[in-house]
């Protein structure tokens, strides 16, 4: 015999219903079998909402009562042949005019009881389970439907009753034992008491049922069939990479049922286990995959952690205070009191000072285990010995699950450093003597994050996941979208690194996608998207709380870069091509760096001097390592080289800033490159990375823009400006021909003092020979003193500065 259980979805409507039949049908070929079924998927949600609807005196509930008879019609139709239609209707007609007379009397009344409640939704069951007997007749016909209340017996306590396992299993096994029908079918959740009136086993119960038949029958397994091909390692509707486990323990999968595992009612466990009969938990939607096996004797893969499960909806309450310490009996009193009050609870801590304990219950209960339990120690809290019972409401169990976790070292404190490391605060933490669970207290809003952090670091292969808000889609920009559509595989296989972009944002449009934006067609997502509002994006990107998320400003813009502080606040990265954050007021620039370390937010610029280059970087390593910078020298600015390495006698100076500009070299404004004022932030940069603290003004600029050129407020008359004033540059040209060496505009830092300007760089300097738009550093250090650290490559250019834009989303990732 196997018992199968059909939940809530699986008979959803006629069209899963036959699926529910096709599987049953290949089943009944070689075993005899007892099937169980829930309400059709929301009918149980909508007799509770009904009823309360009635007993408040509100008239909907007679529309939400025909909508639930509609479900139900609809189904016969699509489902029972013609025939058998006729019949059928009338006996559902009768349950909802049962059911209507039940509610017109809480209507009356302004009253629900525990009982009519039971009553009331009891009937989901009722008529879902003669629907499907019906319909499994008409296909097998050796199937007779059985009433479960008379055979599963309870206490009086309504809503979530009590087996009477003795009557119980003697009821089921006299029933089973002259039964000779291939199939029975039966409805679950649902039983009665000894004065025959209907009870209910709890939210979710059809499963307990399922479990107690297979007991009292003896069956060879329990199946369960759901809406997922399993028990997984993680809730599969909040962590998407959450897999189905393919053999667990009972133990275990108690204790993941009973940390918030809906896919399995807790008790359901129970009964099974005492009579060694396994569970699989199997699809309905997808018959062929594998499941998961419940069974004693579970096989391993090795990981001691087998899933993580959380509740949602907590409160802790902390009961403390000095009158608690030593004194015996003082727990005893508060878990009576709890009892008494029926609070279930979920999570008990107590610090070994016994100064304090810490208490988890649903929210619901809140408030009345608040005033019960003042009230309990009502004396204690007015001599000060105790303070009044503290609540804190919105938190959240996440649990990780597994029996062989108490054989391996390490993992609370692997645990807590993947919860801190994405600055998941965590209120209380609690450890079962059995080691097969660890449970932590965290806020609510940080229940996604929580979970997906603790799947990637258990269950993913280590793999980390980084989550991109990319504010700028510009001409770097869109370099760095392809390059990260490119290169995602190899990251994903090779680094462990899976790359998402969550927002894309221009100055017009933004547009934003939890699960990652679909990188091919980006271009017309943002088209499509909404507005762009800088205050919006930080929001959306704050409320989304995913972990290893990471602004990337790839504009020019000051306003962006004033907003850094916010976005490492959240414990939000921060990786930017902007310079002007850097090279603001070094206090700014200071405090940036502090949030960077005090939130755990890497804060990385390293595309602000010479692009793709690692000059910062090596920089950082230098100091890190001991290492003290006492002279750098460098042409930093590689618009500023390609235009005097293109400027010649034939190539006006005009033609070469504007081809400058259409190849991407320049700022979009060329006086900030030609004013020297792009340059001075870059050494001022590479000044405070050494370690020296300066302000932009402290830098000497030895401008060769003429006032002219200077004074022009936009780009049009910039340009007129550089025509006008030729002869200036070309004189310019011809000094540095006459003394046999060429133009290069130089930074210079050196006995704390920095300038900035044009020279005339003669043949035997390593200065000469600079092409295109390269960038050249070298630094005299400590260590480095007759020749200095070079560094030279590519310094500007859309493609070099996007791949050193990428390449600090690699380092976070390797973080
Ligand atoms: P049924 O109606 O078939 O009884 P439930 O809704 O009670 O189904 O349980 C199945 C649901 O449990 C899944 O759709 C899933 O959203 C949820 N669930 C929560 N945690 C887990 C988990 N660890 N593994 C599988 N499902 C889970
Ligand atoms: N129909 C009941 C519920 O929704 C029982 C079940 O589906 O298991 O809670
Ligand atoms: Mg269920």
């Excluded at 009982?115 to 879902?128: M, P, Q, Y």
């Amino acid at each position: 015999m196997i018992v199968l259980k059909f939940g809530g979805t699986s008979v959803a409507n006629a069209k899963n219903i036959k699926l529910a039949i096709q599987i049953i049908e290949n089943k009944v070929k070689n075993n005899k079998l007892v099937v169980v079924v829930s309400a059709l998927s929301g009918v149980t949600d909508l007799l509770l909402k009904t009823s309360n609807e009635a007993a408040l005196k509100d008239e909907s509930y007679k529309t939400t009562l025909e909508e639930i008879k509609q479900k139900h019609v609809e189904t016969i139709s699509n489902l029972i042949s013609i025939k058998n239609q006729k019949a059928l209707f009338e006996t559902i007609e009768a349950e909802i005019e049962h059911l209507k007379t039940l509610f017109d009397g809480c209507y009356l009344l302004g009253e629900l009881s525990p009982r009519t409640s039971d009553a009331i939704v009891s009937c989901g069951e009722i008529l879902s389970s003669k629907i499907i007997s019906i319909a499994i007749k008409e296909k097998i016909e050796e199937t007779i439907f059985k009433d479960s209340r008379e055979l599963l017996k309870t206490n009086s306590n309504f809503g979530k009753a009590t087996i009477n396992y003795s009557a119980t299993y003697s009821l089921i096994s006299n029933y089973f034992n002259s039964s000779k029908e291939k199939i029975v079918l039966l409805p679950g959740f649902i039983a009665s008491d000894e004065k025959g009136n209907t009870t209910t086993l709890g939210r979710g119960g059809s499963d307990f049922t399922a479990a107690i038949l297979a007991n009292g029958c003896k069956a060879t397994s329990l199946e369960i069939w759901t809406d997922v091909n399993g028990m997984f390692t993680a809730n599969p509707k909040l962590v998407n990479q959450a897999k189905p486990i393919e053999s667990i323990s009972y133990q275990e999968a108690m204790e993941l049922s009973h940390f918030g595992a809906k896919v399995l009612y807790p008790p359901t466990i129970q009964p099974v286990l005492s009579a060694n009969i396994p569970i699989w938990i199997k699809n309905t939607f997808d018959a062929e995959a594998n499941g998961t096996l419940v069974s004693n004797n579970p096989e391993t893969n090795g990981n001691p952690v087998k899933g993580i499960s959380h509740i949602e909806d907590i409160a802790l309450l902390t009961l403390e205070g000095s009158g608690m310490i030593g004194v015996a009996g003082s727990s005893k009193r508060l878990f009576e009191v709890l009892s008494k009050e029926n609070v279930n609870v979920v999570f008990i801590t107590q610090a070994s000072s016994e100064h304090s304990i810490c208490i988890g219950i649903l929210n619901n209960d809140a408030e009345k285990a608040k005033n019960a339990i003042d009230e309990t120690f009502e004396l204690e809290i007015a001599q000060h010995k105790i303070n009044s019972c503290m609540v804190e409401k919105d938190l959240c169990i996440v649990a990780l699950v597994g029996e062989n976790m108490k054989n391996h070292q390490g993992l609370s404190g692997k645990m807590f450093s993947t919860l801190g490391k994405n600055n998941v605060n965590i209120r209380a933490i609690a450890q079962g003597a059995s080691e097969r669970n660890i449970s932590v207290v965290i806020n609510k809003n940080d229940v996604k994050k929580a979970l997906n952090t603790l799947h990637e670091r258990f269950f993913e292969d280590n793999t980390k996941q980084i989550n991109l808000f990319v504010m700028g889609v510009g001409n770097v920009g869109e370099k760095f979208m392809d390059q990260i559509h490119t290169q995602k595989k190899f990251l994903k296989e090779n680094l462990k690194i899976n790359v998402r972009v969550i927002a894309i944002s221009n100055s017009r449009k933004m547009h934003f996608n939890e699960d990652g934006i679909a990188l091919k067609d980006w271009k017309e997502l943002i088209n499509k998207g909404e507005n762009a509002n800088l205050l919006e994006f930080i929001h959306k990107a704050k409320q989304l709380n995913l972990r290893n998320s990471v602004f990337v400003d790839i504009t020019a813009n000051d306003v962006v870069a004033s907003i850094y502080d916010q976005f490492l606040k959240e414990n939000i990265a921060v990786v930017t091509c902007n310079k002007i954050a850097c090279s603001s007021k070094y206090d700014n620039y200071k405090n940036l760096k502090k949030l960077s370390r005090k939130y755990n937010a890497p804060f990385l610029f390293e595309t602000n001097v010479g692009a793709g280059l690692p000059i910062i970087d090596t920089l950082k390593h230098l100091v890190a390592s001991g290492d003290k910078v006492n002279k750098i020298q460098a042409v930093l600015s590689g618009s500023l080289n390609f235009i005097f390495n293109n400027f010649s006698e034939t190539y006006s100076f005009h033609d070469v800033v504007k081809e400058a500009g259409v190849q991407g070299f320049t700022e979009p404004d060329p006086k900030i490159d030609l004013s020297g004022i792009d340059v001075a932030r870059k050494i001022l940069i590479l000044i405070r990375e050494s370690g020296y603290q300066m302000e932009i003004e402290d830098i000497e600029n030895k401008s060769f823009l003429p006032a002219e050129c200077m004074n022009t407020t936009e780009n049009t008359s910039f340009f007129d400006s550089l025509i006008k004033n030729a002869s200036h540059f070309d004189n310019l040209l011809k000094e540095a021909n006459e003394k046999n060496s060429r133009l290069k505009f130089v930074a210079t830092f050196e006995n704390g003092k920095a300038s900035v300007g044009l020279e005339f760089i003669p043949q035997e300097s390593p200065f000469y020979n600079l092409e295109g738009k390269d960038n050249i550093v070298q630094f005299y250090t400590d260590r480095y003193v007759d020749q200095p650290l070079l560094i030279k490559g590519a310094g500007a250019g859309a493609a070099v500065t996007a791949s050193g834009i990428f390449a600090d989303v690699v380092r976070i990732g390797n973080i």
